[in-house]
């Protein structure tokens, strides 16, 4: 009797999911860059910089606390400039595409019945689920390198009064791309266990809204500060991103990355998405 034939790659899967999330990756990608040139176009100016603080400092605590902390009272540019790499309006954009792409590849695929579709073809369950990680965790990290030029842009853009180490933000660039990623493996482990799509996208918000809100909050309430460690921010915004990469950190976030992706490989292909 012969082997059974292995089942190949299924690239045109591969291809025709990235040519559907395109636009939507296009259009938030678009939004981040133009928001670094925004921020930089605010603090590039030493006018500004005086009433852009001067505001900072009317506003409740936790608000500034999620711009930056006391990172800010320095008035350095270059950590003024940080502000565009996590604004709540940044983080929430990675959030839609984190969220939205895993849960509208598999979930709502599923829930729709074009799953079975794909699965007509020969092709393995296992690659269909490689396939939604790779567009996931690839395009999140396109989306912090969009953020990296959208710095490296406004640096040419506008005179500062400071040198502005773009080597600093590159470092800051790659490493929130590996938090997204993370966050984007969770968010792949929740669509691949729940069958409604309403599941898939609600516990994924709520766990990535739950980490980003402990993590605001520790810094703004002392009483707080012990539960910083419990959340996925903890290992990202309190390394000292200026002195150099935090290797270690960088290794567990990674870890946690590839263990939650694993998890949800081996739960989608032992599920019977049929029934």
């Known amino acids: 009797m012969s082997a059974p034939a292995r089942l190949r790659f299924p690239f045109r899967l591969l291809r025709f999911w990235f040519v559907r999330i395109a636009p939507a990756w296009l259009g938030i990608a678009i939004l981040i860059f133009f928001m670094q040139i925004a921020v930089a176009a605010i603090v590039h100016d030493n006018h500004n910089v005086r009433t852009f603080l001067a505001f900072l400092n009317l506003l409740p605590s936790i608000v500034k606390s999620a711009l930056g902390g006391d990172l800010l009272d320095s008035g350095s540019m270059t950590a003024l400039l940080t502000i565009g790499y996590q604004h709540p309006f940044v983080l929430f954009l990675h959030m839609l595409y984190a969220v939205g792409v895993p849960a509208g590849l598999l979930t709502a695929e599923v829930q729709k019945g074009t799953m079975e579709l794909i699965l007509s073809r020969p092709v393995a369950k296992t690659h269909v689920y490689l396939c939604a990680a790779i567009v996931t965790l690839f395009g999140l990290f396109g989306l912090d390198l969009v953020m990296f030029a959208g710095t490296a842009a406004s640096v040419r853009l506008y005179q500062f009064s400071e040198p502005i180490d773009l080597y600093l933000f590159f470092r800051i660039a790659t490493t929130a791309g590996l938090l997204a990623a993370t966050f984007g493996a969770f968010a792949l482990l929740f669509a691949a266990t729940f069958r409604r799509l309403y599941c898939a996208v609600g516990v994924s918000v709520g ?11 520790a810094q703004w309430w002392p009483a707080m500060q012990f539960l910083r460690r419990a959340t ?11 002195l150099g990469w935090p290797v270690r950190n960088m290794a567990i976030l990674a870890a946690i990355a590839l263990a939650a992706a694993v998890l949800g490989a081996l739960i989608w292909r032992r599920r019977d998405l049929f029934v």
């Open 232 to 242: 996925l921010f903890y290992l990202i915004y309190y390394s000292n991103l200026w």
């Open 207 to 217: 766990f990535l809204t739950i980490n980003y809100f402990i993590a605001i909050v």
